[in-house]
T-cell receptor, first 113, second 117 residues
Framework: AQTVTQSQPEMSVQEAETVTLSCTYD???????LFWYKQPPSRQMILVIR??????QNATENRFSVNFQKAAKSFSLKISDSQLGDTAMYFC??????????FGTGTSLTVIP | NAGVTQTPKFQVLKTGQSMTLQCAQD?????MSWYRQDPGMGLRLIHY???????DQGEVPNGYNVSRSTTEDFPLRLLSAAPSQTSVYFC????????????????FGEGSRLTVL
């Protein structure tokens, strides 16, 4: 069975600062994908970034980047130059072949002006 | 481009009532799934489908039924609503990996908030 753990239920960061959200997972699969989704107060789920397990290079999307440590089964999200619009719930997700997704319990991030 | 459309967005039921949450996608995705979101528990998979005519149970299937008669539609039925089914429900779809440009990304509907009294 796959499990995804987000150990930080809540975090806060000053506007323009950098914050890192943690995620660990447990799997016996060798081929899988990892995602970070953002859920703002509007409730809409928005893809932030994805990482293929077979790629060693960490994914980046503008101010968002990941630190993927496959051996440690760790997949953290770094948000640089935090903006007020980054305030949201962030979910880490694991996908195995067959498109079955497993989600963490989420980290509520508040950006403080 | 509508993406994934869920209806209704809000619903209040009494214990024992039945209802159907509708989900439709216009992206020709093979995979469709239903999740429920509860505070402190993330998103949990209820049922999923890998194509028309094929459905399977997820992590928390009890009390729910699904069917997939077409590629586009994947309704979720609550047979006899219970207060424990008070939650926010999300329908999602995706394409299988390997196709041109397919990233496996899940596309979500806007969610349906269900309250069972």
């Amino acid at each position: 069975a796959q499990t995804v753990t987000q150990s930080q239920p809540e975090m806060s960061v000053q506007e323009a600062e950098t914050v890192t959200l943690s995620c660990t997972y447990d799997t016996s699969e060798s081929n899988y994908y990892l995602f970070w989704y953002k859920q703002p107060p509007s409730r809409q789920m928005i893809l932030v970034i994805r990482q293929e397990a077979y790629k060693q290079q960490n994914a980046t999307e503008n101010r968002f980047s990941v630190n993927f440590q496959k051996a440690a089964k760790s997949f953290s999200l770094k948000i640089s130059d935090s903006q007020l619009g980054d305030t949201a719930m962030y979910f880490c997700a694991f996908m195995k072949p067959g498109n079955q997704f497993y989600f963490g319990t989420g980290t509520s991030l508040t950006v403080i002006p | 481009n509508a993406g994934v459309t869920q209806t209704p967005k809000f619903q209040v039921l009494k214990t024992g009532q039945s209802m159907t949450l509708q989900c439709a996608q216009d992206m020709n995705h093979e995979y469709m799934s239903w999740y429920r979101q509860d505070p402190g528990m993330g998103l949990r998979l209820i049922h999923y489908s890998v194509g028309a005519g094929i459905t399977d149970q997820g992590e928390v299937p009890n009390g729910y039924n699904v069917s997939r008669s077409t590629t586009e539609d994947f309704p979720l039925r609550l047979l006899s609503a219970a207060p424990s089914q008070t939650s926010v429900y999300f329908c999602a779809s995706s394409s299988p990996l390997g196709g041109s440009g397919n990233t496996g990304e899940l596309f979500f509907g806007e969610g349906s908030r269900l309250t069972v009294l």
